[in-house]
């Protein structure tokens, strides 16, 4: 039986270029921050706050049982859809900024609705998406409520 080294080389190659992209593909996926489509935000309990945008985080202003459910909501809602570059806890990795030093009150709430509304981008790159669409004022107050739960850094 006569050999053809050249075309084995050729099919070895091949084998091994093959079994490479799978290799790459499986520790791709398996690395991955998994499923990155935004997440809506499930707020019964919340007071619906209409349709205009409000300026100041209104759960803060109202406290009490509002605050807290909309603080329970918002943990949920930042792990579904924040979580991923802002860090778990709001505790950033560096990848975002971290949302524990946002200012406190207005100043910070005008920032943070600002960026979650129409999200942001930095010399023609995508940094953060438009939740808008996906989010309700209502899921957005209370995201912005968790946050004001976690301790700042030292």
Known sequence: M??????SLKTLAAAALVAGAAQFVVV???HSHG?????????????ELGEDYLEE????LVGGEQYDLAIEIGSSGYSQNCARCHGLQAISGGIAPDLRLLEDGV???E?????VRNGYSQNGAYKMPQFESLLSQEAMWAIRSYIETR???E
């Open 35 to 47: 499923d990155v489509t935004p997440q809506a935000v499930d707020t019964e309990g919340l007071d």
């Open 151 to 153: 301790p700042k850094p």
């Open 28 to 30: 791709g996926t398996s």
């Open 2 to 7: 006569k050999i053809n080294v050249q075309s």
């Open 57 to 60: 985080n209104p759960y803060r």
């Open 107 to 109: 100043l910070g709430d």
């Open 111 to 115: 920032w943070y609705l600002e960026r």
